[in-house]
C-alpha cells in the first residue's frame, strides 16, 4: 500500500514559477513510474508529465520548455518545476504512481489528493 503526499501549489502571478512534489511512503518496493495530471473546473483531466525508472520522461505539448519533472529515487519523491506559469495552467494537479509493494506482486496505481495551482493575469 502506498500514500502520496503532495504540496507546493499556491496562487502566483502569470510568469512566476511554482515547484510542486509528491512524496510517496508505505512498504514500496519499487516504483515504475511517477507523474502529474491537472484538471481545470468543467474540463477533462490530462497528463502533465510523467518519469519512468530509467529517467525517461515524457510532456503534455503545452508545457514543454516551461515544466520540468525529476526524481528522488531515494526519497520516493518527485517533483514539477513549473516556470513562466500562464493562466491556463490553472488546476488541481495530482500525482500519479506505478508501484510494487512488499508482500504483492503486480504494480498498482496511486493517487494522491491534489494541489491547487492558481495563476493569475
Known amino acids: 500500500q502506498v500514500q502520496l503526499v503532495e504540496s507546493g501549489g499556491g496562487l502566483v502571478q502569470a510568469g512566476g514559477s511554482l515547484r510542486l512534489s509528491c512524496v510517496a511512503s508505505?512498504?514500496?518496493?519499487?516504483?515504475?513510474?511517477m507523474g502529474w495530471y491537472r484538471q481545470a473546473p468543467g474540463k477533462q483531466r490530462e497528463l502533465v508529465a510523467v518519469?519512468?525508472?530509467?529517467?525517461?520522461?515524457n510532456y503534455e505539448d503545452s508545457v514543454k520548455g516551461r515544466f520540468t519533472i525529476s526524481r528522488d529515487n531515494s526519497k520516493n519523491t518527485v517533483y514539477l518545476q513549473m516556470n513562466i506559469l500562464k493562466p491556463e495552467d490553472t488546476a488541481r494537479y495530482y500525482c500519479?504512481?506505478?508501484?510494487?509493494?512488499?508482500?504483492?506482486?503486480?504494480?498498482?496505481?496511486?493517487w494522491g489528493q491534489g494541489t491547487q495551482v492558481t495563476v493569475s493575469s
Open positions: 508505505g512498504r514500496i518496493s519499487s516504483i515504475n513510474a
Open positions: 518519469i519512468t525508472r530509467g529517467g525517461s520522461t
Open positions: 500519479n504512481v506505478r508501484a510494487s509493494y512488499y508482500g504483492v506482486s503486480g504494480v498498482y496505481e496511486y
